[in-house]
């Protein structure tokens, strides 16, 4: 029997409205908001928290989930949630995973990023987006 796949990740936003996206050290080196796969006997909830505080060494609080993405290639399911930075903190980079994290206006997304992430942003920000559910498949990228 195979382990279905489940990922999280947080929309974070800066009082100035900018996203906060971290830089990964292995694939295409792409930009991306802090997330990843969940670890045995976690919540999606649990692993966007748990991942974000590994990537950025941030504690956040999760609030309201935003999409859930189902990718057939990897039978996985990536849920997004929007999440607030408990006290204040200043991301800092892992340094294992990630060698920049930094805040950037929704309009200026730096380059290269994938059109999955872009999409979690985009429908994360609209607060007249209801649909949760969707189906994603091959990344593209914007070099």
Same mark, same amino acid.
């Given at each position: 029997?195979?382990?279905?796949? /489940?990922?999280?990740?947080?929309?974070?936003?800066?009082?100035?409205? !900018? $996203?906060?996206?971290? +830089?990964?050290?292995?694939?295409? &080196?792409?930009?991306?908001? @802090?997330?990843?796969? =969940?670890?045995?006997?976690? =919540?999606?909830?649990?692993?966007? +928290? !748990?991942?974000? &505080?590994?990537?950025?060494?941030?504690?956040?609080? /999760?609030?309201?989930?935003?999409?859930?993405?189902?990718?057939?290639?990897?039978?996985?399911? %990536?849920?997004?949630? $929007?999440?607030?930075?408990?006290?204040?903190?200043?991301?800092? @980079?892992?340094?294992?995973?990630?060698?920049?994290?930094?805040?950037?206006? $929704?309009?200026?997304? @730096? !380059?290269? $990023?994938?059109? &999955?992430?872009? +999409?979690?942003?985009?429908?994360?920000?609209?607060?007249?987006?209801?649909?949760? &559910? %969707?189906?994603?498949?091959?990344?593209?990228?914007?070099?």
């Amino acid at each position: 029997m195979s382990t279905k796949l /489940v990922g999280a990740a947080a929309v974070i936003l800066d009082a100035e409205g !900018r $996203i906060l996206l971290v +830089k990964h050290n292995y694939g295409k &080196f792409n930009w991306e908001i @802090p997330g990843g796969l =969940s670890e045995k006997d976690e =919540s999606a909830e649990d692993t966007a +928290k !748990r991942e974000v &505080f590994e990537e950025t060494g941030l504690e956040v609080t /999760v609030g309201r989930l935003t999409g859930v993405y189902y990718e057939s290639a990897h039978d996985m399911h %990536h849920f997004a949630f $929007i999440c607030t930075i408990n006290d204040n903190q200043e991301p800092q @980079p892992d340094a294992k995973e990630v060698t920049e994290c930094k805040y950037f206006s $929704i309009d200026d997304l @730096p !380059r290269p $990023i994938s059109d &999955f992430t872009v +999409k979690r942003i985009q429908e994360a920000l609209n607060p007249n987006y209801t649909h949760l &559910f %969707h189906n994603i498949g091959p990344r593209q990228w914007f070099e």
